[in-house]
Nanobody, 119 residues
Framework: VRLVESGGGSVQPGGSLKLSCEAS????????MSWYRQFPGTEREWVGQ??????ETHYLDSVKGRFTISRDDQALYLKMDNLEPGDTARYYC???????????????WGQGTQVTVSS
């Protein structure tokens, strides 16, 4: 299993970023997929999930209305709008065996991509 996240960067509050996740080594199109983030010194927290077909999504309350997950045949995406300093974290993706089950299906994680929001 290989997960490669990209698209992070530094932005000012209110700015936008779009993250991408490319997965290989398993039939990722047959899994629900989630984004997670990790603040320094803490465990990863789940951010949002998309169903296998991409028709359903749900999010952590603090990002609802600002973050949008999508997927196509090539990758998983996280569009982040109206970013806040509290969104500063390293972002990761992983598969999930069932929709609404946020447990990562793969014990392997990618390197993640850093998002920094500051003025």
């Amino acid at each position: 299993v290989r997960l490669v996240e990209s698209g992070g960067g530094s932005v000012q509050p209110g700015g936008s970023l779009k993250l991408s996740c490319e997965a290989s080594g398993f039939i990722w199109r047959s899994f629900a997929m989630s984004w997670y983030r990790q603040f320094p010194g803490t465990e990863r927290e789940w951010v949002g999930q998309i169903s296998i077909g991409g028709s359903e999504t749900h999010y952590l309350d603090s990002v609802k209305g600002r973050f949008t997950i999508s997927r196509d045949d090539q990758a998983l995406y996280l569009k982040m709008d109206n970013l806040e300093p509290g969104d500063t974290a390293r972002y990761y993706c992983n598969a999930n065996r069932l929709y609404y089950n946020h447990s990562p299906a793969s014990p392997s994680w990618g390197q993640g991509t850093q998002v920094t929001v500051s003025s």
